[in-house]
């Protein structure tokens, strides 16, 4: 690394500007129902703002490889800023929902593109005995901003009103870019691969269909026996399966998926897919379980779940921390066995059990979560050479979004179809308390297959060492 470059400060610039892209994310969730009465939509036209930023996030994390390789640093990081900053304006002033939707999306193309170009330069900036605190660091800004998103959300909807959630963050995203127009600093090589469009047209289609087929299966009442659903998943997984036998034939391939090759990357981005999928789904299971059976207000049950989210993102640099002290394994060994725990504790909920043990025990899942997130992840991507960093970068970003649809659509279609059977066993009128117990039978099911998932989590904590960066010599 060039001694010139201010670390320190390209840093503080990426932490400003990914707090205020991320907090984004989550930050329309409880406004959703204001939406639809303001715009006049119903449930499933206002859910694109959620399910289309996924969407567009997951299409764009595999060009991420691409354009990190053709654009520098600097031009990447404010190029991505000013889209975010275009669509958060064009949101703010929306007149209607299509309007609305427009910058949304264009929001989601800022947030799809920034944190692999963050997380590539970091790479490069700092060395791998360091990459632990330095990952949990930026870890702290990424579990924390969206932990604090709908908590936040309720307040400035409930004083200023739904376009004040989009107001308020234009000028920090334009003090952002102001400040990484005066500081950033290059980071890395531009070497402009060739571009190949057939490899972009079927990653698109293979991400984008997955993310929408998995998203729609868990809102669709035939769930996965949707014809429909299923065509899409099965259209997205050829195309999926045509873009990695393409990449391997490419000198300069779009994705390099020989990275799986790499075995630490192979475990370590397994790991960190089951450990989004579990945590996804225990996000949108808990509320509803909260407010379900437990009758507990939609504000309320956000309450409750908030210390174990906020613990999540505060414990991040301490795992970075621990993880350069004492390796992956240690740390992946213990959350792991944690995981297994909560989840045999969450197949056994029921509504007579008291509200601390939830929230203790959700504030277990969310640190054991932090002890594999981020290590797992950091560990991955130190097995590579410097050439895959765009590449592991962009792979582990693109399965994101897909892990995290993937464990809410499964999940929950697993709990929809415990519900199901335990009432069709039952022969008298359908009551509140028949709803309630059916839920928890659901809930049940659902766990005792993340219980499965956690416990092959386990098994293969055990077989991750301590990676070894091939480009760095070893201090």
Request: glycine fraction near 8%; charge should be neutral.
């Amino acid at each position: 690394m060039d001694s010139k470059i201010n670390t320190r400060v390209i840093m503080i610039t990426f932490m400003i500007g990914a707090f205020f892209v991320i907090l984004n994310e989550t930050l329309l969730n409880i406004a959703l129902t204001e939406l639809m009465n303001v715009f006049d939509v119903d449930a499933t036209t206002v859910q694109w703002m959620a399910t289309g930023f996924m969407l567009v996030m997951g299409v764009l994390m595999p060009i991420s490889a691409l354009l990190i390789q053709w654009f520098t640093t600097r031009q990447m990081f404010i190029g991505v800023m000013t889209l975010f900053l275009i669509g958060t304006t064009i949101a703010a002033c929306a007149v209607n929902f299509s309007m609305l939707l427009t910058g949304r999306m264009i929001q989601a193309v800022g947030t799809g593109l920034l944190i692999p170009v963050i997380m590539n330069a970091l790479l490069f900036m700092y060395r791998p005995e360091v990459r632990g605190k330095v990952m949990g660091t930026f870890g702290l800004v990424i579990m924390f901003a969206p932990a604090i998103g709908p908590t936040l959300s309720g307040v400035i909807v409930d004083f200023l009103g739904w376009r004040w959630l989009f107001i308020s963050v234009i000028p920090f995203a334009v003090f952002s870019i102001l400040f990484a127009l005066k500081f950033l600093q290059n980071v890395g090589e531009v070497t402009r691969p060739k571009v190949d469009i057939i490899s972009i047209i079927l990653s698109s289609i293979g991400i984008g269909g997955i993310v929408y087929g998995f998203s729609s299966a868990g809102e669709d009442p035939e769930g996965f026996s949707s014809i429909r659903i299923l065509s899409i998943i099965f259209i997205s997984l050829l195309s999926l399966l045509l873009f990695v036998l393409r990449q391997l034939k490419l000198e300069e391939p779009l994705l390099d998926v020989r990275v799986f090759k790499n075995k630490n990357y192979a475990l370590g981005v397994s790991l960190f897919v089951i450990v989004i999928m579990v945590m996804f789904a225990s996000e949108i299971m808990m509320p509803m379980y909260l407010q379900g059976p437990l009758g507990y207000s939609a504000k309320f049950a956000g309450l409750l779940l908030l210390p174990g989210a906020l613990l999540n993102g505060l414990m991040s640099p301490v795992m970075g921390t621990l993880f350069d002290r004492f390796g992956p394994r240690k740390l992946m060994i213990s959350g792991t066995i944690g995981l297994v725990g909560v989840m045999i504790f969450f197949s056994n909920i029921n509504p007579s059990m008291p509200i601390w043990s939830f929230i203790l025990v959700y504030i277990i899942l969310m640190l054991s979560i932090s002890a594999i997130m981020m290590p797992a992840h950091t560990n991955a991507l130190n097995e590579l050479p410097k050439k895959l960093y765009p590449h592991g970068t962009a792979i582990a970003n693109t399965l994101q979004p897909i892990g995290g649809a993937l464990g809410v659509s499964i999940f929950v279609s697993i709990m929809s179809q415990g519900q199901s059977s335990y009432l069709e066993k039952q022969s008298g009128p359908i009551t509140e308390k028949l709803m309630n117990e059916a839920m928890t039978q659901g809930v049940h099911h659902a766990y005792w297959f993340a219980l499965a998932l956690c416990i092959g989590a386990f098994f293969i904590s055990l077989f991750i060492k301590k990676a070894i960066a091939p480009d760095f010599e070893q201090s």
